[in-house]
């Protein structure tokens, strides 16, 4: 099969629409009308017409094959600025020391924190159920090809670059963490209050407690999910943390997901990544695998059989003539390529 992987354009509408209901993450939801500001929000971001606290990439994989749209991912260029601040709890230690009894403590606390000038954010990864645990790796594949765009455009991104991972939920979608801290100080269902927040921050930092809140208050059930990811999340937990992202010592105010974080040049597929020149070579072999973007005006990607080599020319890379195809790429094109399987770990 062939895929590719795209920025988002809004013929894909209907189908993205499908995807999104069999997940119906909050912010990529299966909703016709919020779907389609999205599509129009890329589309423009894309083409650099909005400035970096309103821009969003959306971008989707295809079946060449059967011409269908069958995973998304997303950047939020900026999450965090005057109007809409990034909320977080910094995790602390705090220590306790009696003299008297001889004995002393080491308490967990949360400390409340808005960020006005917010990192950029990933997120809105999405694969067709149908599609997933297939030997491409498609969930692979579209997480790590959007860093090959924000390697091209680092401009159009913060250096600071935030993953919020979900944390374990009971089966009928609450969050213990919310239910034991957030709920008594604003009288909101979670996932109610978690809507809110995307568009509207006031009551949070109006009725959330400013001072330190201590952990061992909050009964285990909640403690037992701070900072912990879900099952179904810990697949893309293990690819974050290979390409270099760590946990930031900090949790979701309303669910206590952890959040991880890296810097975006230390970000191995921006790291390693390179740009090339299209090439053929008469012995070429294509027995490395990478990840291929274009560089012209439509982002496209895919992984591709190729043949690396440098020379006092530069890099020029033989692409396998299926995935050249794909891609549209002719001899002379610039491409920018980043390693597909990497052995970091934490």
Same mark, same amino acid.
């Given at each position: 099969?062939?895929?590719?992987?795209?920025?988002?354009?809004?013929?894909?509408?209907?189908?993205?629409?499908?995807?999104?209901?069999?997940?119906?993450?909050?912010?990529?939801?299966? *909703?016709?009308?919020?779907?389609?500001?999205?599509?129009?929000?890329?589309?423009?971001?894309?083409?650099?017409?909005?400035?970096?606290?309103?821009?969003?990439?959306?971008?989707?994989?295809?079946?060449?094959?059967?011409?269908?749209?069958?995973?998304?991912?997303?950047?939020?260029?900026?999450?965090?600025?005057?109007?809409?601040?990034?909320?977080?709890?910094?995790?602390?230690?705090?220590?306790?020391?009696?003299?008297?009894?001889?004995?002393?403590?080491?308490?967990?606390?949360?400390?409340?924190?808005?960020?006005?000038?917010?990192?950029?954010?990933?997120?809105?990864?999405?694969?067709?159920?149908?599609?997933?645990?297939?030997?491409?790796?498609?969930?692979?594949?579209?997480?790590?090809?959007?860093?090959?765009?924000?390697?091209?455009?680092?401009?159009?991104?913060?250096?600071?670059?935030?993953?919020?991972?979900?944390?374990?939920?009971?089966?009928?979608?609450?969050?213990?963490?919310?239910?034991?801290?957030?709920?008594?100080?604003?009288?909101?269902?979670?996932?109610?209050? *978690?809507?809110?927040?995307?568009?509207?921050?006031?009551?949070?930092?109006?009725?959330?407690?400013?001072?330190?809140?201590?952990?061992?208050?909050?009964?285990?059930?909640?403690?037992?999910?701070?900072?912990?990811?879900?099952?179904?999340?810990?697949?893309?937990?293990?690819?974050?943390?290979?390409?270099?992202?760590?946990?930031?010592?900090?949790?979701?105010?309303?669910?206590?997901?952890?959040?991880?974080?890296?810097?975006?040049?230390?970000?191995?597929?921006?790291?390693?990544?390179?740009?090339?020149?299209?090439?053929?070579?008469?012995?070429?072999?294509?027995?490395?695998?990478?990840?291929?973007?274009?560089?012209?005006?439509?982002?496209?990607?895919?992984?591709?059989?190729?043949?690396?080599?440098?020379?006092?020319?530069?890099?020029?890379?033989?692409?396998?003539?299926?995935?050249?195809?794909?891609?549209?790429?002719?001899?002379?094109?610039?491409?920018?390529?980043?390693?597909?399987?990497?052995?970091?770990?934490?």
């Amino acid at each position: 099969m062939s895929f590719i992987i795209r920025s988002v354009r809004h013929d894909d509408l209907n189908q993205l629409v499908d995807l999104a209901k069999q997940f119906n993450l909050l912010n990529l939801p299966g *909703d016709r009308k919020v779907l389609s500001e999205k599509i129009d929000r890329s589309e423009q971001s894309f083409a650099g017409k909005l400035e970096k606290d309103k821009a969003e990439y959306l971008f989707v994989v295809e079946d060449l094959e059967e011409k269908l749209i069958v995973g998304s991912s997303l950047v939020i260029a900026k999450h965090g600025n005057d109007d809409v601040p990034h909320s977080a709890f910094k995790v602390l230690k705090r220590d306790h020391f009696s003299s008297d009894l001889g004995i002393g403590f080491i308490h967990q606390v949360l400390r409340f924190q808005l960020d006005f000038d917010g990192p950029t954010e990933i997120g809105g990864l999405l694969v067709d159920k149908s599609y997933r645990r297939r030997p491409e790796k498609l969930g692979k594949q579209i997480s790590l090809s959007r860093f090959l765009y924000m390697a091209l455009h680092p401009d159009r991104f913060e250096e600071r670059v935030l993953c919020e991972l979900t944390p374990p939920l009971t089966e009928e979608g609450r969050s213990e963490f919310w239910e034991a801290l957030g709920r008594r100080f604003t009288g909101l269902p979670y996932q109610e209050a *978690d809507l809110l927040s995307q568009s509207h921050k006031e009551f949070i930092e109006s009725l959330f407690p400013q001072e330190d809140i201590y952990l061992a208050l909050l009964d285990s059930k909640a403690r037992l999910v701070l900072g912990r990811v879900g099952e179904a999340t810990k697949p893309a937990q293990h690819l974050l943390e290979s390409i270099g992202f760590h946990y930031l010592d900090e949790v979701d105010p309303f669910d206590g997901g952890p959040h991880y974080g890296a810097r975006l040049h230390e970000i191995l597929p921006v790291k390693y990544g390179k740009r090339a020149k299209v090439t053929e070579f008469p012995d070429a072999s294509y027995k490395d695998q990478m990840l291929v973007a274009t560089t012209g005006e439509e982002f496209m990607a895919s992984l591709c059989s190729v043949d690396l080599r440098t020379s006092a020319e530069g890099n020029q890379v033989a692409v396998a003539p299926k995935a050249r195809t794909i891609l549209g790429l002719e001899v002379g094109d610039e491409v920018y390529l980043a390693p597909f399987h990497y052995n970091r770990g934490k």
